[in-house]
């Protein structure tokens, strides 16, 4: 394994053993349930947007596989300070990268620390774990109160 192959995969595991933002977030405005039924993973996901559409803080609770947790882990560290647009906008790339549909340098470059997820495409049933709370959030944001992979 690459030298960058192993720091992603040492991150991935370091954010499902102890993820960031994981617990309640009473004051959220928005939350939505994220289901994976083929895999088990499921999670519910609150953020608190302000009045300028930037996502203040964020929180996920819930059960699942180690890709699933890390993803929502890191997630959250990154839209977190950011506008709902700035979220599509990474929702885009990391969707497009983690399916395989593009794996330019610079798309995986542009994800940061989310590029630790760039290789996962290599296993199907595994980017719908990567997914989950993405499409969580989305819904979430969109009023919608579930989500899944399906």
């Known amino acids: 394994m690459s030298d960058a192959a192993d720091l992603y995969q040492e991150l991935i595991l370091q954010h499902s053993r102890t993820p960031r933002h994981f617990g309640p977030l009473p004051q959220a405005t928005h939350t939505a349930a994220g289901d994976n039924p083929l895999c088990g993973d499921r999670y519910q996901i ?3 947007v302000d009045e300028n ?16 947790k890390a ?17 599509e906008r990474l929702f885009q790339d990391f969707h497009a990268v983690v399916r395989g549909d593009e794996q330019s340098p610079a798309a995986i470059a542009r994800l940061g620390k989310l590029a630790a997820f760039a290789g996962i495409w ?7 774990c990567a997914i989950l709370c993405w499409h969580a959030l989305r819904g979430a944001l969109a009023g919608e109160h579930s989500a899944t992979t399906e």
């Open 46 to 48: 609150r953020v608190q």
């Open 53 to 68: 559409g930037i996502i203040r803080d964020g929180a996920f609770e819930g059960v699942g596989c180690a890709i699933s």
């Open 71 to 87: 993803s929502g882990s890191l997630l959250l560290d990154a839209v977190i300070g950011h506008s709902r647009d700035e979220f």
């Open 122 to 128: 290599k296993y199907p049933a595994r980017v719908k």
